[in-house]
């Protein structure tokens, strides 16, 4: 060719990710067990929200403040991770229930993975075993 170009067509790119989502990281250890944190993870369509510590009255403010920014994604599905959840008190159970009503409200999916035990137990009891998907 005259203008020392090629023929060649240009190779389509592959979409990126969002630069604010990050995969799940299969190596996150909770900083400090014995206080409540946090970690927000994208994996595919869903948003992960690994809780850690104790889910108590004094850390349902962050709780639902990270739940409400997770949902203002408009993922397909959150999924609350609860593998490092060491307790959870009634306080705890209702905002359990208060982020699933405004899930289905909003029609995302909501799943409770991965509880410990305790966790599970109260669960049972409460039968929110019975209202969540728990894997």
Do not use: K, Y
Not at 89 to 112: F, H, I, N, S, W
Not at 126 to 132: M, S
């Amino acid at each position: 060719m005259g203008d020392g170009g090629s023929d060649a067509t240009p190779a389509a790119a592959t979409p990126a990710a969002p630069p604010h989502r990050r995969t799940r990281s299969a190596t996150w250890r909770c900083p400090n067990p014995s206080e409540f944190s946090l970690l927000v993870v994208s994996q595919h369509l869903d948003i992960v929200v690994q809780l850690c510590g104790e889910l108590d009255l004094a850390s349902i403010p962050s709780l639902e403040e990270c739940l409400g920014a997770a949902a203002a994604e408009a993922p397909r599905r959150l999924v609350l991770d609860l593998s490092a959840l060491m307790f959870i008190d009634a306080a705890g159970v209702a905002a359990l229930v208060r982020a699933r009503r405004r899930a289905d409200a909003e029609a995302v999916g909501m799943v409770l993975d991965s509880p410990i035990a305790p966790v599970r137990r109260v669960l049972a009891i409460t039968d929110l075993d019975r209202e969540f998907v728990i894997r």
